[in-house]
């Protein structure tokens, strides 16, 4: 059996434990209390520590999932999080204004801590921002001659979120591939 360590970084507010609960399907563990930071994000609760949850794929292969705290204030936590990490993903919230700033933030993050890492970048909350500029994303969407994918996602829907997963795991069996055959 493989496991695959997944990560889910992005800022406050952008649907990282939605994720992690939506693909899990209830088995999850969090850490969230409730929220001071309303200027940070205007919502009940944020993550302290971490969420995780594992998943059994019908493969036979099993996720391992992490999300992340977003609020800056716990950035030391992300490379902790980061190492021996197999996927990554960055989510993205359509919402803010400041979205592509902040995108190359978390791009400038990976490049650090996860270069060689296999990553996607999910765009959550589209339905309330549809005018969102997904080319955008796409065209910063990278570093060296890395290419990351860009999908729209709801991440509060469990198949959307699976699809998302797919698209990381695809990901990483091209890095597989090139990595034996150079
Ligand atoms: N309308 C809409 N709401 C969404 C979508 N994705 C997530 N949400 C909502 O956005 C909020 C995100 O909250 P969290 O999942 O706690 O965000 P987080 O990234 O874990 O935040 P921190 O832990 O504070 O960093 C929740 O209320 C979700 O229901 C989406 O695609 N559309
Ligand atoms: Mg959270």
């Given at each position: 059996?493989?496991?695959?360590?997944?990560?889910?970084?992005?800022?406050?507010?952008?649907?990282?434990?939605?994720?992690?609960?939506?693909?899990?399907?209830?088995?999850?563990?969090?850490?969230?209390v409730?929220?001071?930071?309303?200027?940070?994000?205007?919502k009940?609760?944020?993550?302290?520590?971490?969420?995780?949850?594992?998943?059994?794929?019908?493969?036979?292969?099993r996720?391992?999932?992490y999300?992340?705290?977003?609020?800056?204030?716990?950035?030391?936590?992300w490379?902790?999080?980061?190492?021996?990490?197999?996927?990554?993903?960055?989510?993205?919230?359509?919402?803010?204004h400041?979205?592509?700033?902040?995108?190359?933030?978390?791009?400038?993050v990976?490049?650090?801590?996860?270069?060689?890492?296999?990553?996607?970048?999910?765009?959550?909350?589209?339905?309330?921002?549809?005018?969102?500029?997904?080319?955008?994303?796409?065209?910063?969407?990278?570093?060296?001659d890395?290419?990351?994918?860009?999908?729209?996602l709801?991440?509060r829907?469990?198949?959307?979120g699976?699809?998302?997963?797919?698209?990381?795991?695809?990901?990483?069996?091209?890095?597989?591939?090139?990595?034996?055959?150079?």
């Amino acid at each position: 059996m493989r496991e695959h360590k997944i990560v889910v970084l992005g800022g406050m507010g952008c649907g990282k434990s939605t994720l992690v609960r939506a693909i899990a399907a209830g088995a999850v563990v969090d850490t969230d209390v409730h929220n001071s930071d309303r200027a940070g994000a205007d919502k009940a609760s944020t993550t302290v520590a971490m969420d995780y949850a594992d998943i059994d794929l019908p493969n036979g292969d099993r996720l391992r999932l992490y999300g992340t705290p977003g609020q800056q204030r716990f950035d030391f936590i992300w490379p902790i999080l980061l190492k021996g990490a197999s996927g990554v993903v960055l989510l993205l919230d359509a919402t803010r204004h400041t979205a592509v700033e902040e995108l190359q933030g978390y791009l400038g993050v990976l490049r650090e801590h996860a270069t060689q890492v296999p990553a996607v970048i999910g765009v959550s909350r589209m339905d309330l921002a549809p005018d969102f500029d997904l080319d955008s994303c796409a065209t910063v969407a990278g570093w060296d001659d890395r290419l990351l994918p860009v999908m729209p996602l709801d991440a509060r829907e469990r198949e959307q979120g699976l699809f998302l997963m797919d698209v990381l795991m695809s990901e990483m069996e091209t890095r597989d591939l090139v990595l034996a055959h150079g």
